[in-house]
């Protein structure tokens, strides 16, 4: 997976267009995301806030962007059924920093 980094954003290619306004902070908290072909599912052990959940393909292409209110620790999910794609990539814009992760359909 092409990611590149460039003055502190995340840029998936082709373009800046798709660039995070911050690093990915992989160990800001403990996430556990699991997904099938219908649903993504997230669960924390603390409150994130605000979060962008969006999807996007290996090569940048945006797939799918979601809010999610992550108020306090649980399980939150992301309906997937409309993403046709083998691999993807999450990125979580929260409150607490960016996260980021590879995820399998």
């Known amino acids: 997976m092409n990611i590149y980094s460039y003055g ?3 840029l998936f290619p082709p373009n800046t267009k798709s660039s ?3 690093p990915s902070q992989p160990n800001i908290v403990q996430i556990k995301i699991t997904t099938n072909e ?4 997230l669960q924390t052990e603390t409150s994130l806030g605000s979060t962008t959940a969006s999807l996007y393909t290996i090569d940048g292409k945006l797939l799918k962007q ?3 209110d992550i108020s ?3 399980i939150y ?3 997937v059924s409309d993403v046709h ?3 993807a990539l999450l990125v979580l814009q ?3 920093g960016v996260i980021t992760r590879k995820i399998l359909f």
């Open 8 to 10: 502190g954003h995340i």
């Open 20 to 22: 995070v306004l911050q």
């Open 38 to 41: 219908n649903l993504t599912t």
């Open 66 to 68: 979601t809010k999610l």
């Open 72 to 74: 306090a620790a649980g």
């Open 77 to 79: 999910t992301i309906d």
């Open 85 to 87: 794609t083998r691999f």
């Open 94 to 96: 929260t409150e607490k």
